[in-house]
């Protein structure tokens, strides 16, 4: 089978997502072609060089709607002959186009693509394309529907985490994020947004703050209680799935759950003739890529049986992985696949994640193949593994390999 390499990888700053952040000016088309204009120009690509982009986003309404992907193309300094597919798998959206095109090159349909993911939060709002999983009375009966805060909340009561756990990780996700940030080790992948007239509209994450410590994380309401303990009652709901749980210990809220933020990132993947026709050097070979489907109710535990999966399927252990990039969800879904494999908390997240600098749910799972990317090779390390949790019941993962 051919190999698919890593040639570049590339992500905007995140942008607080609300009408007072940096980039709420900017729309999803305009943020994708300026990732995507930005991968063409740092590998001087010809404007055919790919055969598609796969582009992942959650929100498909709207501006975010009509085959984003495409649009992006056409707004671009790519080519009009270079289609475009826009694919949505939640919060793995970002990976699983990566991983998509990844395979399409293994496969021998294509010899390079351009593949990541947007999501401005702040322009169009999570839950807005009216998912029927949550407002289908029907559907949601049938499979105990929680929101995910609820479920995150479930986790946590299920293998016994607690608040200051939980708000530990958090803080630590904020130091770590803002080490990397003091010490530039995204210098080599964030690309600054600009306007038309060449000036900076952002240049670093937004939505990070670096002086969180204990007592102000102390100092916030659990994000989820009430709507679990008052109308409509989700905790009932949950305990009537899981029946041995007497009661739900809501632990979560802003500070360590993942932020709204707005961003996109992509990634470019190609064959060996593609890196040698453009003169390119592969960065890393996309090892492996896996997807599974889990129990809908507690919802964010797909990060532990996807790893399972992909380490089994490919004769591997969880010692032959050097670093790992768990997406901070919420801080509980960090916490359970920890546990789960017994890892070293310094190998889980080294640079920070969506807790401290945010959640752009179509484009998390690029930035945190092209952070791991950048870690391995930062660190002189081999293998690492990058994995996501996925509303109603899902996980995805993907393990890259330098080169």
Excluded at 11 to 26: A, F, I, N
């Amino acid at each position: 089978m051919t190999e698919a390499y890593i040639y570049d990888a590339v992500r905007t700053p995140r942008g607080k997502g609300r009408k007072d952040g940096s980039l709420h000016e900017v729309t999803s088309v305009r943020l994708s072609a300026l990732t995507l204009n930005a991968l063409k120009e740092r590998n001087n690509l010809e404007g055919h060089a790919v055969e598609d982009v796969i582009w992942g986003n959650v929100t498909q309404v709207m501006e975010q709607g009509g085959c984003l992907a495409r649009t992006a193309v056409l707004a671009s300094d790519l080519d009009q002959s270079i289609p475009g597919l826009a694919i949505n798998r939640f919060c793995a959206s970002g990976m699983e186009a990566v991983n998509l095109a990844a395979n399409q090159v293994r496969g021998g349909a294509g010899d390079a693509y351009i593949a990541g993911g947007v999501e401005m939060m702040g322009r169009v709002a999570m839950g807005s394309d009216g998912a029927a999983i949550a407002v289908d009375p029907s559907i949601a009966m049938e499979t105990y529907f929680v929101p995910q805060g609820i479920s995150a909340d479930i986790i946590a009561t299920e293998y016994g985490f607690t608040r200051d756990q939980a708000d530990a990780l958090a803080m630590e996700s904020q130091r770590r994020a803002k080490e990397a940030w003091d010490e530039g080790r995204f210098a080599k992948s964030v690309i600054p947004v600009r306007d038309q007239n060449g000036l900076t509209i952002l240049d670093h994450d937004e939505y990070m703050r670096p002086g969180t410590d204990m007592q102000s994380l102390g100092g916030l309401n659990p994000a989820f209680q009430m709507m679990g303990e008052q109308m409509p009652g989700f905790d009932k709901i949950a305990m009537l799935k899981y029946p041995h749980l007497e009661r739900i210990n809501h632990i979560h809220h802003a500070g360590n759950s993942s932020g709204i933020v707005d961003g996109a990132a992509g990634v470019l993947i190609g064959n060996k003739e593609f890196g040698e026709k453009y003169g390119l050097k592969p960065r890393a070979r996309i090892k492996a890529t896996a997807k599974i489907g889990t129990d809908p109710t507690i919802m964010l535990t797909g990060p532990v049986p996807v790893t399972e999966k992909i380490l089994a399927d490919n004769g591997m252990k969880i010692g032959d992985l050097d670093l790992f990039e768990v997406n901070e969800a919420f801080a509980s879904v960090v916490l359970r696949f920890q546990q789960a494999f017994d890892v070293d908390p310094a190998l889980v997240n080294v640079n920070g994640g969506s807790i401290a600098m945010g959640h752009p749910l179509g484009a998390t799972g690029a930035i945190i193949i092209g952070t791991l990317l950048d870690e391995l090779e930062r660190r002189d390390l081999e293998t690492g593994l990058a994995t996501l949790c996925i509303a109603s019941g899902m996980g995805a993962a993907t393990i890259i390999e330098r080169v």
